[in-house]
């Protein structure tokens, strides 16, 4: 093993935990956003309240996501400044734009959201965390411009042995970007979706006295109003479920096409296949095949030829020289049926249970509120890996398959190492990132669980008026 592969599994390492709280935070932030809008039009309390709890489950995964991906950019300069090099020029604007413009004003008005509580009037208020949660989205979107480029690079040239931009336009508009924007986006719905159906799912165990094994069967008198509240915000959340899984489907069908296009190795990978096919079968597991549906998927042919690893694997070693050209096909082929499979469980999921609450007919016709079934509760909790799994698939399909490029026939990754970063150096700056990511995963999942278990925050009991003349009365609050 050399400074390479320790670095690779370094970036690998550190860039997959960060990506644990980027999905969340960029979806959640529009459903809490939503909630905060529901109160806004309805004068409903318990919008408020669920506005307060999600949004404080927001602010400590934002507080962490912030936190692990200024590692991010400290390992451009230690482990890849050949890289940083050949890149700088093009990476400079996308990356800039993200950090003056989007992340600034994400930052500022998520700022004057949580300290404006009872300070800024209520449309003000609101328009703050829209304008946070737009920064957000805006953030997302010039860093994956950036990262379509090294996929497929355009609107450069190369002078000097470094890519200097010609057309920022063509980068931000990157026909991987414009496809993989909306992709990973409309995941980071389903994540977050994910994780509020497992709380809202927990959170109704807790008010009807439940456990999350069905072991116990006794119920809690009364709690009937914050039932309702859950079930609420479990069925706001399996909506927002099951749109964002028809766009991550529609996405990713243009995904497909344009890696038949752009990126044949890393479609070839991601299903096995050797050599030059057409009609080329889509393998579900190794053994099960649907005849022709690969080229359907990637061409919109079923006849069409979608080429294989050992043939293209010839074919770049005339082009750009005698090199190993292809990536783990093992990861990347599973990766890819862990995404599909984890993803479709998902919505799946979240379809059937807006089924099985929707409202049905009560007496005299009238449509009343279907409960939450208890095992669906359970299974909405027992689920909550599944969307963060699959969108972490998505992310390993995506950067493994490229390999061994870090930009896409020009730079490969053995090219684009430090030169002057040794094996040890690389060695203790990796095990000190995996302590401190483990300490911070802890502080996440202490006061994630804390925050859930304990529940919303409940109104201050009104104090009876004492007997005194002139004696006050105080109001019930609810504070944030």
Not at 20 to 26: D, E, G, M, S
Request: net charge positive; aromatic share 10%.
């Amino acid at each position: 093993m050399d400074a390479l592969d320790l670095a690779r599994w370094q970036f690998g390492v550190t860039t997959v935990y960060h990506f644990l709280f980027v999905p969340l935070t960029i979806g959640l932030g529009v459903f809490v956003a939503g909630l905060q809008t529901a109160w806004h039009r309805t004068d409903k309390p318990h919008y408020l309240t669920l506005t307060k709890f999600f949004g404080k489950l927001f602010l400590i995964n934002f507080a962490m996501g912030v936190v692990t991906g200024l590692v991010q950019e400290f390992q451009f300069g230690m482990n890849w400044s050949e890289y940083s090099t050949f890149v700088g020029d093009v990476f400079g604007a996308p990356l800039a734009l993200e950090a003056l413009l989007a992340f600034f004003l994400e930052s500022t008005f998520l700022g004057l959201w949580i300290f404006g509580w009872d300070r800024l009037p209520r449309r003000v208020h609101l328009a703050c965390l829209w304008a946070a949660v737009i920064g957000s989205n805006m953030s997302a979107y010039f860093i994956l411009a950036a990262n379509a480029w090294m996929k497929h690079p355009v609107g450069y040239e190369v002078v000097g042995g470094r890519a200097r931009m010609t057309d920022l336009w063509a980068v931000l508009t990157n026909s991987t970007a414009v496809a993989q924007v909306p992709h990973v986006v409309a995941g980071s719905f389903v994540v977050a979706g994910g994780f509020v159906i497992a709380v809202s799912g927990y959170r109704v165990l807790r008010e009807r006295g439940l456990t999350l094994l069905p072991r116990r069967t006794r119920r809690a008198a009364g709690g009937g109003e914050e039932r309702g509240m859950w079930r609420t915000s479990l069925r706001a959340a399996l909506v927002m479920t099951a749109i964002a899984g028809v766009v991550v489907a529609a996405t990713g069908d243009t995904s497909g096409r344009l890696l038949h296009e752009q990126q044949p190795m890393k479609l070839a990978a991601a299903e096995g296949l050797r050599h030059d096919t057409a009609g080329a079968p889509f393998s579900v597991v190794p053994g099960v095949e649907v005849p022709g549906l690969l080229s359907l998927l990637a061409a919109h042919d079923p006849g069409a030829t979608v080429q294989g690893i050992d043939d293209i694997q010839a074919r770049y070693a005339k082009t750009f020289g005698p090199a190993d050209y292809t990536p783990d096909v093992p990861v990347v082929f599973w990766s890819f049926r862990v995404m599909i499979g984890f993803g479709m469980t998902t919505v799946g999921l979240a379809v059937l249970a807006l089924w099985l609450t929707r409202r049905g007919g009560g007496r005299r016709g009238a449509r009343t509120a279907r409960p939450v079934p208890a095992w669906l509760a359970r299974a909405a909790v027992f689920a909550l890996p599944l969307p963060t799994a699959a969108i972490v698939a998505g992310w390993l399909l995506s950067e493994i398959g490229r390999q061994p490029w870090t930009v896409q026939g020009e730079l490969m990754t053995a090219a684009s190492v430090s030169p002057s970063v040794s094996l040890t150096e690389v060695a203790v700056t990796l095990a000190a990132f995996t302590v401190l990511y483990g300490v911070l995963a802890v502080a996440e999942g202490v006061l994630l669980v804390r925050h859930v278990k304990a529940g919303p925050e409940r109104p201050a009991p009104a104090v009876p008026a004492a007997e005194e003349p002139g004696a006050t009365r105080l109001t019930p609050t609810l504070m944030y």
